[in-house]
């Protein structure tokens, strides 16, 4: 089945750190891909997409980008803030086959310090 | 602004009660998801409901059922409650239409203590 494997944190950066959360998947299908946040005491909330192959997803200066080659959608920051502090879930969603739910990761936790 | 409210924030129970927990949207969603999110396991999806009164089983149904009789509102039963079922629970909503790139809507949480 399909499945998305994250790595594990918790990731602890200093303020104006370089980010980057490895995510890689595995699929039959022609997936799409999400990065979902999750602040303290909060829902989770859709921070990028990524429809298909080569494609870039960015919101509030973070990246992703789709590799179907290395099946891969690595989430990136050149420079994270203490309010990025949260836990952060890599997720698919098949488009064919009904597809009608998203696999998640484990979640990564990022820990951002001054 | 887009809503999904759960109900209970934070519940405490004892084994063998049955257990409701309750979730409602305001976006006139037509899918609706049940997830409970433990440490290093992520969210596993338990139900999920395509529109009213349809409901399938996500990956761990086991021990839990769920009733859409209206569209806004999806609730969650455990029959009987156990301490295996101690979790945080997720609701989240979505519009129907291209599940592989439609965006779920989550709510905050339900944290269930089982004793």
């Known amino acids: 089945g399909d499945s998305v494997t994250q790595m594990e944190g918790p990731v602890t950066l200093s303020e104006e750190a370089f980010l980057t959360i490895n995510c890689t998947y595995t699929?039959?299908?022609?997936?799409?891909l999400f990065w979902y946040v999750q602040y303290p005491g909060e829902g989770l909330q859709l921070l990028l997409k990524a429809t298909k192959a080569d494609d870039k997803g960015s919101n509030k200066g973070f990246e992703a980008t789709y590799r179907k080659e290395t099946t891969s959608f690595h989430l990136e920051k050149g420079s994270v803030q203490v309010s990025d502090s949260a836990v952060y879930f890599c997720?698919?969603?098949?488009?064919?086959?009904?597809?009608?739910?998203?696999?998640f990761g484990t979640g990564t936790q990022l820990k951002v310090e001054l | 602004d887009v809503k999904v409210t759960q109900s209970s924030r934070y519940l405490v129970k004892r084994t063998g009660e049955k257990v409701f927990l309750e979730c409602v949207q305001d976006m006139d969603h037509e899918n609706m998801f049940w997830y409970r999110q433990d440490p290093g396991l992520g969210l596993r999806l338990i139900y999920f409901?395509?529109?009213?009164?349809?409901?399938e089983k996500g990956d761990i149904p086991e021990g839990y059922s769920v009733s859409r009789e209206k569209k806004e509102r999806f609730s969650l039963i455990l029959e009987s409650a156990s301490t295996n079922q101690t979790s945080m629970y997720l609701c989240a909503s979505r519009r129907a239409g291209v599940p592989g790139t439609g965006e779920l809507f989550f709510g905050e949480g339900s944290r269930l203590t089982v004793l």
């Open positions: 699929a039959t299908g022609y997936p799409s």
């Open positions: 997720a698919l969603s098949e488009v064919t086959g009904g597809g009608n739910k998203l696999t």
């Open positions: 409901s395509y529109d009213v009164k349809m409901k």
